[in-house]
């Protein structure tokens, strides 16, 4: 789980202090499971409290950790170190870019794991790119293409023969992917 250190929850109680509406931190990870994952430190104050955060309290200051991103957040470690500048608050979440996924993560979590480390991985070779917009209720995948794919004039053989069949065969739970990328600006292209 995550590790404040010392220096940090000091830091941040100074922090806190200047706050008259803050209950303490809340901790979460944006675009978890990507390549593009950020761990974030916000404040966090009345009404920012959601049912599926997980508080962790520690010596000086309380934390909300984000539900969805409780799983992204093993090892992570928050630290202050102090310098000719002041100091400076690091974060480090070696598992937010790729998660710890089973059977029991959601599914959002088991589509990117896929999509990042065999589907990715095989559109590069024509600089393109795939990522997850959502999940619908009908349990269908709706994806954005990138790069090379956007415009290109295979796209639909490989959403269907490629991608399609890489995630079902995975996640037999899904009825299907649907593409939303808007294949019309050719600009990029891979022919």
Same mark, same amino acid.
């Given at each position: @789980?995550? +590790?404040? !250190?010392? /220096?940090?929850?000091?830091?941040? +109680?100074?922090? %806190? /202090?200047?706050?008259?509406?803050?209950?303490?931190?809340?901790?979460?990870?944006?675009?978890?499971? +990507?390549?593009?994952?950020?761990?974030?430190?916000?404040?966090?104050?009345?009404?920012?409290?959601?049912?599926?955060?997980?508080?962790?309290?520690?010596?000086?200051? !309380?934390?909300? %950790?984000?539900?969805?991103?409780?799983?992204?957040?093993?090892?992570?470690?928050?630290?202050?170190?102090?310098?000719? @500048?002041?100091?400076?608050? !690091?974060?480090?979440?070696?598992?937010?870019?790729?998660?710890? *996924?089973?059977?029991? /993560?959601?599914?959002?979590?088991?589509?990117?794991?896929?999509?990042?480390?065999?589907?990715?991985?095989?559109?590069? /070779?024509?600089?393109?790119?795939?990522?997850?917009?959502?999940? !619908?209720?009908?349990?269908?995948? *709706?994806?954005?293409?990138?790069?090379?794919?956007?415009?290109?004039?295979?796209?639909?053989?490989?959403?269907?023969?490629?991608?399609?069949?890489?995630?079902?065969?995975?996640?037999?739970?899904?009825?299907?992917?649907?593409? @939303?990328?808007?294949?019309?600006?050719?600009?990029?292209?891979?022919?």
């Amino acid at each position: @789980m995550l +590790t404040i !250190t010392d /220096s940090a929850q000091e830091y941040l +109680t100074e922090l %806190l /202090s200047k706050q008259d509406d803050a209950l303490g931190v809340r901790v979460f990870i944006n675009q978890p499971g +990507t390549p593009r994952a950020e761990t974030c430190i916000a404040y966090c104050r009345d009404g920012d409290v959601k049912d599926d955060d997980v508080e962790k309290k520690f010596e000086k200051i !309380t934390a909300w %950790l984000e539900g969805r991103s409780v799983p992204f957040l093993e090892d992570a470690l928050v630290d202050y170190a102090k310098d000719r @500048m002041g100091g400076q608050l !690091t974060i480090k979440a070696p598992n937010a870019k790729m998660p710890r *996924v089973d059977e029991d /993560s959601p599914i959002e979590d088991r589509i990117n794991y896929v999509l990042y480390n065999e589907v990715n991985p095989a559109l590069a /070779s024509h600089g393109g790119e795939v990522s997850l917009v959502e999940v !619908t209720e009908d349990e269908y995948a *709706v994806l954005r293409f990138g790069g090379g794919c956007q415009g290109c004039s295979a796209v639909s053989i490989t959403l269907k023969d490629g991608v399609e069949k890489t995630l079902l065969e995975q996640l037999p739970q899904l009825k299907g992917v649907r593409d @939303m990328t808007d294949h019309s600006d050719r600009s990029n292209a891979f022919y």
